[in-house]
């Protein structure tokens, strides 16, 4: 395995060269020539799927995480628009990001570069192949992709056609690679890449994220666990705080964007009663409840329900005191992930907003909104809850870093 990772680190690093030069016409050709090759091969792509579907029935896959892994014809066409939003948007590299002359006459320019090398360890969902490939690609970074085993068919379908983009585009092959097993020591390997790897940006559970930041060598863009919080104010207007819960925990509850803990403050309930309750258990959604939203046709929650991630049609709720009580749960078993207010009251969501820390914040929106193309990034390589370079949805402008390009003219230090 070490020596499969030599071999696709020292292409990798080969390509980043020549990468770091590709003009931005290169890069859109390529991903609009890789977005025309998926959907020519949507056919095979779905057939490929079907396998993978197969493998993660008999693996035990829970029905939100078979959701994700799905491919039909309508998921592939969203795998092509993001290809194409991604093209459309302009390169990064080389972008001047500051500029400004010193009393010395230095001029001083800070501009954009790329990374490097990135690789990416996801699970299950095989449009992370389209979207990490096309956001580090755009970047200026090769990129070594491993896929979790129940999309391996998926993603080498969908590899192939990003290959196809990059030939067409005179760009090399290597430029996006992915690892060709499902072996699990495979993982351990890229963690420890660190002659070729610059950066790893796992994508998936607490156990994979867990697993890369215990071992990794190479430095690491967390990704946690989406443990997303919905604070219903007393000021909330009801017909939208409806709207809203349950399509942040109904929409698709496998992916991080769910809403996992739906928290209601007394004043609220007082006016309006178990509405939001009764309507998330009319939609199917089990709720485990504690003190006094514990109503009828609800499960009694247990510690461990809070701060938990579902990623299934169950969500945790209490009832709480007001904003600053709701803050405080929220601190106490949040992941940083999104967290989102139900709110008519200005001051009450400005005290929301400042007093938590989590990378995306609403206000009367649902926290499925929580994804790099809803946010204008055509896609996303994850949703980083670190506080260090890259934070929030990660696109291709954060997959970037930087240098200074200082002009003088003769000048001497005094």
């Known amino acids: 395995?070490?020596?499969?990772?030599?071999?696709?680190?020292?292409?990798?690093?080969?390509?980043?060269?020549?990468?770091?030069?590709?003009?931005?016409?290169?890069?859109?050709?390529?991903?609009?020539?890789?977005?025309?090759?998926?959907?020519?091969?949507?056919?095979?792509?779905?057939?490929?799927?079907?396998?993978?579907?197969?493998?993660?029935?008999?693996?035990?896959?829970?029905?939100?995480?078979?959701?994700?892994?799905?491919?039909?014809?309508?998921?592939?066409?969203?795998?092509?628009?993001?290809?194409?939003?991604?093209?459309?948007?302009?390169?990064?590299?080389?972008?001047?990001?500051?500029?400004?002359?010193?009393?010395?006459?230095?001029?001083?320019?800070r501009v954009r570069t790329p990374i490097g090398v990135i690789g990416v360890i996801y699970e299950s969902r095989p449009n992370v192949t389209a979207d990490a490939g096309a956001l580090c690609l755009k970047s200026g970074n090769a990129v070594i992709l491993r896929g979790g085993s129940e999309s391996f068919h998926s993603s080498t379908a969908i590899h192939a056609c990003l290959v196809q983009g990059l030939e067409k585009a005179g760009l090399p092959?290597?430029?996006?690679?992915?690892?060709?097993?499902?072996?699990?020591?495979?993982?351990?390997?890229?963690?420890?890449?660190?002659d070729?790897?610059?950066?790893?940006?796992?994508?998936?559970?607490?156990?994979?994220?867990?697993?890369?930041?215990?071992?990794?060598?190479?430095?690491?863009?967390?990704?946690?666990?989406?443990?997303?919080?919905?604070?219903?104010?007393?000021?909330?207007?009801?017909?939208?705080?409806?709207?809203?819960?349950?399509?942040?925990?109904?929409?698709r509850t496998g992916i991080c964007g769910s809403a996992e803990c739906l928290l209601i403050d007394r004043a609220f309930w007082d006016t309006h009663g178990d509405i939001l309750i009764r309507d998330l258990l009319d939609t199917g959604v089990e709720v485990r409840a504690a003190g006094d939203a514990a109503i009828s046709g609800t499960v009694p929650a247990k510690p461990e329900d809070f701060g938990h991630e579902f990623l299934d049609m169950i969500i945790a709720t209490k009832i709480v005191d007001g904003v600053d009580a709701a803050v405080a749960h929220i601190r106490q078993y949040g992941s940083n992930h999104t967290d989102a207010i139900m709110a008519e009251d200005d001051a009450v969501a400005d005290t929301f907003f400042t007093n938590l820390d989590s990378a995306i914040l609403m206000r009367n929106a649902s926290t499925q909104f929580a994804d790099g193309g809803e946010f204008g990034m055509g896609a996303e390589i994850g949703i980083a809850t670190g506080k260090l370079h890259a934070r929030g949805p990660v696109g291709a402008v954060q997959l970037t870093s930087f240098k200074y390009l200082v002009n003088g003219d003769g000048t001497v230090r005094a």
């Open 173 to 194: 092959a290597a430029a996006i690679q992915l690892v060709p097993t499902r072996d699990r020591a495979a993982v351990t390997a890229m963690l420890q890449a660190t």
């Open 196 to 251: 070729y790897i610059d950066v790893i940006v796992p994508r998936g559970g607490k156990g994979l994220v867990g697993l890369v930041q215990r071992e990794a060598r190479v430095p690491v863009f967390a990704h946690l666990e989406g443990i997303c919080h919905i604070y219903v104010d007393a000021s909330a207007d009801l017909e939208k705080t409806r709207k809203v819960v349950i399509n942040a925990k109904t929409r």
């Open 1 to 109: 395995m070490t020596d499969m990772m030599d071999t696709l680190g020292a292409a990798a690093k080969a390509a980043s060269t020549a990468l770091a030069t590709a003009t931005a016409a290169q890069k859109t050709t390529a991903l609009n020539a890789a977005a025309d090759a998926v959907w020519d091969a949507r056919a095979a792509i779905i057939a490929a799927n079907a396998d993978d579907m197969d493998f993660g029935r008999e693996k035990g896959l829970s029905p939100a995480m078979l959701d994700r892994l799905m491919l039909d014809e309508a998921r592939i066409s969203g795998i092509c628009d993001g290809l194409r939003a991604v093209a459309a948007q302009d390169d990064p590299i080389g972008a001047v990001t500051e500029e400004w002359t010193q009393p010395t006459g230095l001029h001083i320019r």
